[in-house]
């Protein structure tokens, strides 16, 4: 099993969004740099993803997801009505894909950030390195299982 972090404002689609959802799963669809879409596309079935909460106050981890779908094109890039469309794509030419995340666990607590930043166990991933705008990483088992262990741990004094 790989390990994930996926990005989403909370005014867009926060994971309260997701909980209130169908099955509690749905599409992770507009996903527009090509670094992130070679991430999707390299997602499996199981897979585990955090839930990242970007743009927020705090930004912050907020549940987990698991991957119930793998990649197929995204037909949001070929919708000129969709706020995701590209005028590149097409049904014949989808150049963007997407998975199928399911809801797994929403945290008792959010993780923000800054707290992310003192974690020594945290030290380099992807989400803490200056200047990292990705919508889709991988993470580390340990990473995942680090984070995992803290939004069960009670806040910091």
Known sequence: MNHWLIKSEPDVFSI?????AK????????VRNYQARNFLRAMQVGDR???YHSNATPSAVAGIVEIVRTAY???????KTSDYHDQRASPENP??????????????REIPLDEL????????MELLRRGSRLSVQP??????RTIETL???KIRP
Not at 95 to 108: A, G, P, T, Y
Not at 139 to 144: E, M, S
Request: no cysteine; net charge neutral.
């Open 16 to 20: 309260r969004d997701l909980a209130k």
């Open 23 to 30: 099955r509690k799963t749905t599409h992770w669809e507009g």
């Open 49 to 51: 993803a955090l839930y």
């Open 73 to 79: 094109p995204d037909p949001t890039a070929w919708d």
């Open 95 to 108: 150049v963007w894909s997407m998975v199928d995340v399911q809801l797994v666990e929403i945290f008792q």
């Open 117 to 124: 930043r003192t974690v020594k166990a945290l030290a380099g």
């Open 139 to 144: 993470v580390t088992a340990a990473q995942f």
């Open 151 to 153: 939004s069960h741990a």
